[in-house]
């Protein structure tokens, strides 16, 4: 049985930064450090993080005065952001530049008081943080869409100034059948200046569509919470190959790879390279052979640290 590696697989940029700005934080400040939700969505980095002494929560009112507290990579909203100003917290701001650059945008839509379309997945934090960026007193509105048939059924009052953002991590054959039915309905609509689906995001995606050529099993490493490993997960099935999302080796069942000949394996943008070798491990010690790149493009883009953080660290 045949192993090839996607390749670019794993951390990104924003991953990296986040994880380093909590390691950071609890080096400076010592534990515990607060984060507003998982600072990414992976379990094995949150539980290593945790065990280093950062705390996980959903709401503020659950952190203490005088902590201090990171936002994750996910962005928050507004909100979010006034009420831990209030409360004179020492923040430290995780969140991916990527998302942030969405947050201006929607924040500018709703200065020109255009009415804005979100595509994305409800519940996500991602989601949640964006669209609490948009004041609704110049007089726009924002409304979630989540597939075609949401666009289809899309009402809004201000057709002719219509712009959409988008969820980064989203799949982005979904995402352009999604802004194409946006389009029959209004033609008018505006885009972002650059596409919102975050580089990594589609590396990713399209390192998997060059694998599935390859291979008759697909494990995607990565938590079920992750929405960019899901989405790598459905390019495989949607491909009609049998496709996985496991943490890590012990979620792998050997008649998963029963008579297969080739399986590839990536990792989301928030799994570990660490677990990727777990896998592959488990994998060889199943009969695998071992393990061929198959070769993709480059990724070399890094993102520095808050000044904030770095102030403190030269302090």
């Known amino acids: 049985m045949r192993i090839l590696l996607a390749n670019p697989r794993g951390f ?31 379990r094995h980095v949150v539980d290593r993080l945790r065990e280093l002494g950062a705390v996980f929560v959903e709401e503020l009112e659950q952190v203490p005065d005088g902590a201090t507290l990171i936002f994750s990579a996910h962005g928050v909203s507004s909100a979010v952001e006034e009420e831990a100003k209030r409360r004179g917290f020492a ?40 669209m609490g960026r948009f004041d609704p007193s110049a007089g726009g509105c924002i409304h979630l869409v989540e597939s075609v048939e949401d666009a289809r059924r899309l009402e809004v009052e201000k057709p002719d100034s219509l712009a959409f953002v988008t969820q980064t991590t989203l799949s982005v054959d979904d995402t352009v059948a999604i802004v194409e039915a946006l389009r029959e309905r209004f033609p008018k609509l505006q885009a972002p200046r650059v596409e ?11 390192a998997v569509k060059k694998l599935l050529e390859h291979c008759d099993a697909l494990v ?8 960019n490993s899901n989405r790598l997960r459905e ?38 390279e660490l677990l990727v070798g777990q896998v592959v491990a488990q994998l060889q010690a199943w ?16 993102f520095s640290l808050p000044r904030s953080l770095r102030t403190a660290a030269r302090g």
């Open 235 to 272: 390019l495989g099935e949607r491909a009609g190959i049998p496709s996985f999302l496991v943490d890590g080796p012990a979620n792998l069942e050997r008649e998963w790879f029963a008579d297969r000949k080739a399986v590839g394996v990536t990792a989301g943008a928030s799994a570990p």
């Open 91 to 130: 923040v430290f701001d995780a969140t991916c530049p990527l998302v942030t650059k969405v947050h201006l945008e929607v924040s500018r839509y709703a200065r020109d008081a255009r009415d804005v379309v979100l595509i994305g997945h409800a519940g996500h934090p991602e989601v949640e943080g964006t």
């Open 196 to 206: 919102d689906i975050c580089y990594a995001t589609q590396n990713r995606q399209d």
């Open 12 to 42: 990104c940029a924003g991953v990296d930064r986040a994880i380093d700005i909590v390691e950071r934080a609890i080096e400076l400040f010592g534990a515990p450090i607060h984060v507003r939700h998982e600072v990414v969505h992976n």
């Open 220 to 227: 995607v490493v990565g938590s079920i919470t992750s929405s």
């Open 287 to 302: 009969g695998g052979t071992l393990p061929e790149e198959i070769i993709g493009r480059e990724e070399s883009v890094v």
